[in-house]
């Protein structure tokens, strides 16, 4: 077996897995929101900026503040579900999860400073996103159906062609160091190395669980002259915590075969992310009839400053009555993420007390998210960011019914595709939702229901013959808001 002084494996390892640990995906992670909010705002699938007087407005339209009249406190506890479905090499798998959190927590005070003026000021808490999830992937590798065997091994040999065995660092040293590699000794090119498991069959499987979630510290104030022009400006402290743990395992399909020692390769990796910012949020509302009303705001993008990262890899192989140099490294990394900006826009018709309609559209160009370290040069996690995103148009459309003291509330949200043509993915989504309040003069309460779905593509490992994983991810929110007016 072959040896490797641990200090030396330890600091290659360091300097790889920071060059690699950050990359596109967590910018799109951080960047991409999916508002919970408040009970009636997500029973109209966000789409109500050119109505307001909802507090979760003022992280999508900060000047709905100014339709408020009355003082009001808000909580949003919610109940969260997470269900992915995943096919691999014709072997399906699904997996899901349950969480409760709290969508909003509130507060908005009015003052009448005029005959025809209202000041009014709010802050408190909406969540942006959520992060809970839990899914697993199986199958047999796609040599089983083909004869082109596929392992994560064939990344390691792919990841180390080109350099001499002395030469090898991180991940590349490990497998070399484990015979998880050998030397292609029937390459014409020097310094090409081969899977030692090349063509034989493996089981190949994946358990990933992820928690955590974003959420928004606002400070807002707007006004309303004559019910006319309503104007307002968020400042927001957007925050998020992200946890995600998945085990990759490979065991050979037919644990008689004696052409190798070759058992099993397990991977474990954990990572746990934290950051801060700050971004600004300027709206506008126009009412030119009583039944029509428009609504503009722009989102700055945000701004975090500081995101930390804490990490974890363990790998392991089993041969036959052995198993060899199970290693495990702990490692942290800081960073810094501009977001997307955003634009959007809201034509609200309202019907007297009864009913009101609302349009929605949201601009995000996910092209302008931008990686920086002062430990490490993001150029080309850079370069991808503007290869594989694309400015997303978000649309949507939603209804409420006043029945009084009831309402009844229906919403439709589509999101187009961030990806470009390059990445071979589609991350286009649909928000179907609905829901009931109750209100009197000083009490509401409000039920909403909201269900979203959409498909993604991924993969094991980057290797020409890689199978394609298709999973489709299912998000359902029962959400119930509390209210005081005073």
């Known amino acids: 077996m072959k040896k490797i002084n641990t200090v030396l494996l330890g600091m290659i390892l360091i300097s790889f897995f920071n060059a690699s640990g950050q990359d596109e995906t967590d910018a799109f992670r951080y960047s991409q929101l999916v508002p919970t909010g408040t009970a009636r705002f997500s029973s109209l699938a966000g789409s109500m900026g050119g109505f307001g007087a909802d507090f979760s407005c003022l992280s999508s339209n900060p000047a709905g503040i100014g339709v408020y009249k009355r003082n009001e406190f808000t909580i949003s506890p919610s109940l969260y579900y997470a269900k992915t479905t995943s096919t691999y090499n014709t072997s399906d798998a699904y997996d899901w999860k349950y969480n409760f959190n709290l969508g909003n927590l509130g507060a908005v005070f009015v003052m009448p400073i005029a005959k025809k003026w209202f000041v009014q000021f709010g802050t408190g808490l909406n969540r942006l996103n959520n992060y809970n999830n839990r899914y697993i992937i199986k199958g047999i590798n796609q040599g089983y159906f083909d004869n082109t065997t596929t392992s994560i091994t064939d990344y390691f040999a792919q990841i180390s062609n080109g350099a001499a065995d002395s030469n090898l660092i991180g991940l590349s040293d490990w497998a070399y160091q484990n015979y998880i590699i050998d030397p292609d000794t029937n390459s014409p090119i020097a310094n090409q190395y081969i899977s030692h498991i090349a063509g034989l069959n493996v089981n190949q499987r994946k358990n990933m669980s992820s928690t955590g979630s974003a959420n928004e510290y606002i400070f807002s104030g707007g006004a309303n002259y004559n019910d006319v022009v309503y104007i307002g400006a968020t400042l927001g402290i957007p925050f998020f915590s992200y946890t995600n743990?998945?085990?990759?395992?490979?065991?050979?399909?037919?644990?008689?075969?004696?052409?190798?020692?070759?058992?099993?390769?397990?991977?474990?990796?954990?990572?746990?992310?934290?950051?801060?910012?700050?971004?600004?949020?300027?709206?506008?509302?126009?009412?030119?009839?009583?039944?029509?009303?428009?609504?503009?705001?722009?989102?700055?993008?945000?701004?975090?400053?500081?995101?930390r990262e804490y990490y974890s890899f363990e790998y392991e192989t089993i041969w036959e009555e052995k198993t060899y140099d199970d290693y495990t490294y702990d490692g942290k990394f800081d960073y810094t993420l501009t977001t997307p900006y955003r634009v959007l826009g809201d034509i609200g018709f309202i019907f007297g007390k009864y009913a009101f309609i609302n349009v929605h559209y949201n601009f995000t160009?996910?092209?302008?998210?931008?990686?920086?370290?002062?430990?490490?040069?993001?150029?080309?996690e850079n370069e991808k960011i503007r290869e594989y995103y694309q400015?997303?148009?978000?649309?949507?459309?939603?209804?409420?019914?006043?029945?009084?003291?009831?309402?009844?509330?229906?919403?439709?949200?589509?999101?187009?595709?961030?990806?470009?043509?390059?990445?071979?993915?589609?991350?286009?989504?649909?928000?179907?939702?609905?829901?009931?309040?109750?209100?009197?003069?000083?009490?509401?309460?409000?039920?909403?229901?909201?269900?979203?779905?959409?498909?993604?593509?991924?993969?094991?490992?980057?290797?020409?013959?890689?199978?394609?994983?298709?999973?489709?991810?299912?998000?359902?929110?029962?959400?119930?808001?509390?209210?005081?007016?005073?």
């Open 391 to 486: 400015a997303v148009h978000n649309i949507g459309i939603s209804g409420e019914l006043n029945l009084s003291p009831v309402s009844l509330r229906l919403g439709y949200m589509y999101s187009s595709n961030p990806y470009q043509a390059a990445a071979d993915n589609d991350g286009s989504y649909h928000l179907i939702t609905g829901g009931i309040g109750l209100r009197t003069n000083h009490f509401f309460t409000d039920f909403a229901y909201v269900h979203r779905f959409f498909y993604d593509k991924s993969v094991f490992y980057d290797t020409p013959n890689s199978s394609i994983i298709d999973s489709k991810i299912t998000n359902q929110h029962f959400i119930l808001t509390f209210g005081i007016k005073i």
């Open 365 to 380: 160009d996910y092209s302008s998210m931008q990686l920086f370290s002062r430990y490490y040069d993001f150029e080309g």
């Open 245 to 307: 743990s998945y085990t990759y395992t490979e065991t050979l399909h037919d644990s008689l075969n004696t052409q190798t020692l070759f058992r099993s390769l397990s991977s474990r990796h954990t990572l746990s992310s934290k950051g801060t910012g700050i971004n600004l949020k300027l709206g506008v509302l126009y009412q030119p009839f009583k039944f029509l009303r428009f609504g503009a705001a722009f989102h700055t993008p945000t701004f975090y400053n500081n995101i």
